[in-house]
């Protein structure tokens, strides 16, 4: 087994900052302070392949909310087409007009999308 594939097991069952802490001790215990310069190199070589864990952890997080969130508004999406009156997502946003008059009047021609008055239904 290589030496990162190690790494990911342990930090599947410890974390990864454990893992790490882990990794130092056992260094640490194996190469004596005769040795510095092979001390730095293992230390750096750890330190490199736990920042690969890491970005390999946050890419699979980053995945992970990506598909909840699809999920969750196809689920959202479901719900509304069974049962429209619920109101589950919300009423739709109000799209700005391209109008150069006050701001009052885009408020209110927009207030008239969502909110129909009496008179035209």
């Given at each position: 087994?290589v030496?990162?594939?190690?790494?990911?097991?342990?930090?599947?069952?410890?974390?990864?900052?454990?893992?790490?802490?882990?990794?130092?001790?056992?260094?640490?215990?194996?190469?004596?302070?005769?040795?510095?310069?092979?001390?730095?190199?293992?230390?750096?070589?750890?330190?490199?392949?736990?920042?690969?864990?890491?970005k390999?952890?946050?890419?699979?997080?980053?995945?992970?909310?990506?598909?909840?969130?699809?999920?969750?508004?196809?689920?959202?999406?479901?719900?509304?087409?069974?049962?429209?009156?619920?109101?589950?997502?919300?009423p739709?946003?109000?799209?700005?007009?391209?109008?150069?008059?006050?701001?009052?009047?885009?408020?209110?021609?927009?207030?008239?999308?969502?909110?129909?008055?009496?008179?035209?239904?």
């Amino acid at each position: 087994m290589v030496l990162w594939e190690i790494t990911l097991g342990t930090a599947y069952f410890l974390g990864l900052k454990r893992t790490y802490k882990l990794a130092l001790r056992i260094q640490r215990r194996l190469i004596s302070r005769k040795y510095p310069r092979i001390r730095q190199f293992a230390q750096r070589r750890t330190r490199a392949i736990f920042d690969v864990a890491l970005k390999v952890h946050l890419n699979i997080q980053q995945r992970d909310i990506e598909v909840g969130r699809h999920l969750g508004n196809r689920i959202l999406r479901w719900l509304d087409r069974m049962k429209p009156s619920a109101q589950i997502r919300g009423p739709l946003p109000v799209k700005p007009t391209n109008d150069t008059g006050s701001n009052t009047n885009a408020t209110k021609a927009g207030d008239q999308q969502h909110f129909p008055s009496e008179s035209s239904e």
